[in-house]
């Protein structure tokens, strides 16, 4: 008979258990079949009142319901945590489709993406980078580079000018002679990128302020050979490997022979185009070997040393890089423009 | 400089040359060819004769005309628009199938009336209109009585067959400013014959002139005197040529002076003989007074320009114009003509300052042949003799300041091919050498060469290089890499802490810019934040918006967050690093501006740029450089200007020096530059200090193995005691076992009493060498109490 009323307890214990469909009701179970005062208890405190001969078997049913009824419950409360952490997460559903939070990397002026380029270039070819004051003396800018006062090629170049002897520097050239200054006769091999500028009215493809990269290299036996062959490389760097140039004879005060560099249109390979006015070929910058007098007057023997120097418009690589239509957009910062550019090479 | 393929084909064979492949030529050997201009074009063409002109019946301004073509086309029937078409006019018919600059001939019928060609006028045949005359645009070209009906080589005729050159002479070059060196030149690269005109002259008479020079800023003087000339209109041939050359005819004297000057690029002056007070014309540099010119207007004359006086009077602004005093005109009969050679520099100084530059003191500026003068006065002569009816001619009187001494430059093939990179031949060297006119002899170690007078700018050796190379083509340069020292390339440090703060700033998200570095001076005012230092002003600006050099790039930075702001760009964060010069130092740089929100964000959170993101970009930038923040401080920073937020703002103090400021913009300086209703944020700092700043190299502590442990402290203090002041002073007193001090709560308002805030602080305590015990803590909890309350008069609340 007593067998009889455990056997019915644990199935309605069984029973409720199933039913219980939320952590709560099933701890609620619990307490009814588990708890000191359940009847299970109660009936565990009679075993002392049966015959000696009933208590061991009694005694190992009692076990048997409650251990059934204990991991009926672990089970279930194991399988509700579950559940319920599942529908509170189900409930927590985002919208994937919102942005990232930003951690995009600014966009930098195409100007210093052109700049940080050539100098990775060079700097690999061994050169050091060099500079020199924007505001420079005449003597700098003009004297010291083979251009005397009232030489007409200053002419070729309007200057914004501080006092008789103070100007804007008008190219990079001046880092020339200071460098060659400093180094007072030792081999020199360099660039200087910086800021230029010149007294022109900004229109698409003129700016009072433009940006050069100077380079010098002065050596024993150097000659237009190593010229060509640094700046072949530079051009093919720069504009990629099929990028052929050619030289074309030019004049600058401060070299001879001087030349313009000219590379292959990428836009039509070099059959002519509207993007090279249909010539196959673009104008990218002036070279030429150092001029005796300008090794002279900075301090090398020209029957020892001799070099070549070249200048590069930074404004002008971006612009030809980029089919930028406008030089003025590089100053004006419209940052729908600036973001154009993050791509990191 | 125009150049006339006909003109110059008189003095060099262009037999078998294109003009493409002259220009191309040139261009390669430093003479860059600008343009290739065709005066005028069509094919198709005739003269013809119109026959008869009737009105068109359905038209109230076309007519119909019967033109004769001659024996090979016939009569035919135009119809023509042009108000001046009547019977009887010689006239410019291109046939069906003609093409011209614009339009190409169709057959055609036009309000039912047949037409087969058109009658044109030569701007339909693409003469610049500039040339031609207001008659001459409205309609048909009226062709003269005589013009040969049937003629087919109609732009032979009207002498528009030419193709000019637009040679883009540079500074290097002076002597191309002449037809005859162009000629030269091509000579020189083709390997041609050129054969310019011979002048001889039959001397009439001795003339009385005398003529000289009281200043080596004339080396030379020469002239002539021709009696008995007839002022007029010029041959056509003479007009025309003008014309191609963009110089306007004027009559046969003037004409005459020009066409010598682009022949030989020896400018001329002319003096009517008889105008003068005397015979007798002096260069000097000291004359001082006013100056009545041809233009009729009055210059003013000072001290070293030249001047060509006469009885101390001005006759002549040497090589920048003439005087009306002695001005040729329809009545001289007697001229004096002027051959001189003055120095560049005076000339570029006098044309500046009186905004007189003409092709005249262009030459002079550029340089000219200072030995051809004879033969220049010959040739003027010459055609003097022929255009203008002149019956004498004069010796060649010559005052010569300079003696000529020939231009002698040693070499060797050696020397060249070292230069150039190259293995020329000797033979192939001396023969570019010769065509060019210089004369080359043989010495034992090389050879001399001669350089002819009109080379201005061969001077040296290496000038000799580049002759050889433009000719012979820069093709021959072999690409050889220079074989030099291995160095390592790389940046300098400070170079390199300049690239990190870029890098750095980039990575966070900041846009880099590049703004001008002249400003107004309105904007160069705006802030002053950092150093009153002298900025320079340039004297020769273009606008006032570029006339300062700017010692700060906030205000050009702002200027940018305008532009933005104005473009719906609302939430910006902007950075520049730029080198700053003013009269007293040299220095690097870097500005930031953060407008609206913080760009660092998602869609659904937004929070507005305060001063506390600037503060941590400029933290972040000292850690990524390596400088502990007990090496910097931030000050409260004082604004008497209206710059920025006067409370939310500070100057940053490297190495006892204030390096730079940031802060929140001042409401006023936000509508200045028109950020509409926004914050910003701004800092400009002199990073150069940073750059140079020494910094140990990082060295790895050990990570204690011992836990640490938090307490928390609250207390009540007065309102403008500064953290930074609380936690400084917890972390100096609680000694070594305090490792860490955090504010993490501020509070004023209910509860606390005016002028007093709530602050709650969390301090970490450990030791490296064993677990703390709760004594240790609260030994040293209690001194951090005892601190506060004593010294910052805080009441502890827990």
């Not at chain 1, 008979?1 to 099933?26: F, T």
């Not at chain 2, 041609?192 to 005109?197: I, S």
């Not at chain 2, 008479?205 to 030379?220: D, H, I």
């Not at chain 2, 020896?266 to 540099?285: I, N, S, V």
Request: include cysteine.
């Amino acid at each position: 008979m007593e067998n009889e009323k455990l056997l019915n307890l644990k199935n309605a214990a069984l029973k409720e258990i199933g039913d219980a469909n939320s952590v709560d009701s099933l701890n609620a179970v619990r307490n009814t079949y588990l708890s000191k005062k359940s009847e299970l208890s109660s009936l565990t405190s009679q075993i002392g009142q049966l015959p000696p001969e009933e208590r061991k078997s009694f005694g190992a049913a009692l076990t048997e319901v409650r251990v059934a009824i204990t991991t009926a419950i672990e089970e279930k409360m194991t399988y509700l945590k579950n559940k319920e952490l599942e529908e509170k997460l189900a409930k927590e559903q985002i919208d994937i489709s919102l942005p990232g939070i930003s951690y995009e990397p600014g966009g930098r002026d195409p100007f210093y993406v052109i700049q940080d380029e050539m100098i990775e270039i060079f700097l690999g070819m061994g050169f050091e980078v060099a500079d020199g004051p924007e505001v420079e003396k005449d003597l700098y800018n003009f004297e010291l580079l083979n251009i005397p006062k009232d030489h007409p090629a200053r002419d070729m170049q309007d200057t914004f000018y501080i006092n008789d002897n103070e100007l804007l520097r008008t190219h990079t050239s001046p880092v020339q002679a200071r460098t060659m200054e400093a180094k007072k006769g030792a081999p020199i091999r360099i660039i200087c990128p910086g800021k230029t500028y010149r007294r022109d009215d900004d229109d698409a493809t003129h700016s009072h302020q433009f940006a050069q990269i100077e380079g010098l290299v002065i050596d024993k036996g150097i000659n237009i050979g190593h010229l060509k062959a640094t700046l072949e490389l530079f051009a093919k760097k720069m504009f990629g490997e099929k990028r052929e140039i050619r030289l074309r004879s030019s004049y600058f005060p401060f070299t001879e022979p001087s030349v313009e560099v000219d590379i292959n249109c990428a836009n039509c390979g070099g059959k002519g185009c509207n993007m090279c006015k249909g010539t196959g070929y673009i104008e990218i910058l002036g070279a030429g070997m150092v001029h005796p007098n300008v090794l002279k007057m900075n301090g090398y023997d020209p029957e020892e040393y001799s070099g070549f120097a070249f200048g590069v418009g930074i404004d002008r690589m971006a612009v030809l890089r980029y089919g930028i239509d406008d030089i003025r957009k590089l100053y004006t910062n419209d940052v729908r423009f600036l973001k154009q550019f993050k791509k990191m090479s | 400089m125009l150049v006339s393929l006909k003109n110059v084909s008189q003095y060099v064979s262009l037999e078998g040359l294109t003009p493409e492949d002259i220009a191309n030529k040139l261009t390669f050997a430093g003479v860059e060819v600008e343009e290739i201009v065709k005066l005028a074009s069509g094919t198709n063409l005739v003269i013809g004769e119109v026959k008869e002109c009737v009105a068109h019946p359905n038209s109230d301004h076309l007519h119909v005309l019967k033109v004769d073509l001659g024996p090979k086309y016939g009569v035919t029937q135009i119809v023509c628009g042009a108000p001046n078409a009547r019977a009887g006019l010689k006239v410019i018919v291109a046939r069906v199938g003609a093409k011209l600059p614009q339009i190409e001939i169709k057959d055609g019928v036009i309000r039912g009336e047949a037409s087969h060609g058109m009658c044109c006028s030569l701007l339909e045949l693409g003469v610049d209109a500039k040339y031609l005359s207001d008659y001459q645009k409205a309609g048909i070209e009226e062709l003269p009585s005589d013009a040969p009906v049937g003629e087919e080589d109609v732009l032979g005729y009207l002498g528009l067959d030419d193709v000019v050159l637009n040679l883009s002479v540079l500074a290097n070059r002076p002597d191309l400013l002449s037809i005859f060196n162009v000629a030269r030149e091509i000579g020189a690269l083709y390997n041609r014959k050129v054969t310019l005109p011979k002048v001889e002259l039959k001397e009439d008479f001795k003339t009385k002139l005398v003529v000289g020079s009281a200043t080596n800023r004339c080396s030379q003087f020469s002239a002539k005197e021709i009696r008995g000339i007839v002022t007029k209109a010029s041959p056509k041939w003479m007009s025309e040529y003008l014309m191609a050359m963009g110089v306007r005819s004027i009559n046969n004297i003037v004409d005459i002076g020009n066409y010598v000057m682009l022949m030989t690029g020896q400018p001329l002056h002319m003096y009517d003989a008889d105008k003068l007070a005397e015979a007798k014309l002096t260069a000097q540099d000291d004359y001082e007074g006013d100056f009545v010119a041809l233009d009729e207007k009055t210059y003013k004359v000072i001290k070293g320009d030249i001047v060509i006086a006469c009885k101390n009077k001005p006759m002549c602004l040497g090589g920048v114009m003439g005087s009306l005093a002695c001005a040729v005109d329809e009545n001289t009969k007697n001229i004096y003509i002027e051959s001189a050679s003055f120095d560049g520099a005076s000339i570029r100084h006098t044309s500046n300052r009186l905004g007189l530059s003409s092709e005249s003191s262009q030459r002079f500026v550029k340089g000219t042949n200072h030995f051809q003068s004879e033969y220049v006065l010959n040739y003027a002569a010459k055609l003097i003799n022929e255009l203008c009816d002149a019956k004498e001619n004069s010796n060649n009187i010559v005052y010569q300041g300079e003696e000529h001494k020939e231009k002698i430059i040693k070499s060797s093939v050696k020397r060249i091919n070292d230069r150039l990179g190259t293995e020329f031949k000797e033979s192939e060297i001396v023969d570019v050498l010769t065509r060019l006119n210089f004369e080359v002899k043989d010495t034992k170690d090389g050879f001399e060469v001669k350089v002819p007078d009109y080379r201005l700018d061969v001077t040296c050796d290496a000038d000799l290089s580049e002759e050889v190379i433009r000719l012979l083509g820069l093709e021959h340069v072999k690409s050889i890499l220079p074989c030099l020292d291995t160095k390592v390339g790389m940046l300098s440090l400070k170079q390199q802490r300049l690239k990190n703060i870029r890098h750095y700033l980039l990575s966070q998200g900041l846009d880099e810019c590049l703004t001008y570095s002249l400003v107004s001076k309105k904007k160069q005012n705006d802030f002053n934040l950092l150093h009153n230092e002298e900025h320079y002003v340039i004297l020769n600006p273009l606008t006032d918006e570029r006339e300062v050099f700017r010692t700060h790039i906030l205000a050009s930075l702002l200027g940018a967050a305008s532009y933005n702001v104005a473009r719906q760009n609302k939430n910006l964060a902007l950075f520049e690093t730029s080198n700053m010069i003013s009269k007293q130092s040299r220095s690097e740089h870097l500005a930031i501006v953060l407008v609206g929100q913080d760009i660092r964000q998602g869609q659904l959170v937004k929070e507005n740029y305060n001063f506390f993101h600037m503060k941590g970009l400029v933290e972040g930038l000292f850690t990524i450089l390596g400088i502990e923040p007990t090496r910097y401080r931030f000050e409260r920073f004082v604004d008497a200007n209206h710059e920025l937020h006067p409370g939310k703002a500070a100057n940053i103090i490297f190495q006892n020096k204030k390096i730079g400021v940031l802060g929140e913009l001042h409401p006023n300086q936000i509508d200045k530059y028109d950020l509409g209703k926004t914050n910003a944020v701004v800092l400009e700092m002199d990073v150069e200090a940073l750059l140079d700043a020494k910094v140990s190299e990082t060295k790895m502590s050990p990570i204690s193995k011992f836990p640490s442990v938090s307490r928390d402290l609250a207390f009540v203090l007065d309102a403008n005691i500064a953290a930074g002041d609380i936690v400084r002073a917890v972390k100096k007193v609680g000694g070594s076992y305090v490792i860490n001090c955090e504010v993490f709560d501020i509070y004023q308002g209910a509860n606390i009493a005016e002028g007093k805030k709530s602050m709650a602080i969390s301090v970490t305590y450990r030791k490296d060498d064993a677990t703390l015990t709760e004594k240790e803590v609260s030994d040293a909890e209690e001194k951090i109490k005892f601190e506060l309350s004593r010294n910052f008069k805080a009441e502890i609340r827990s």
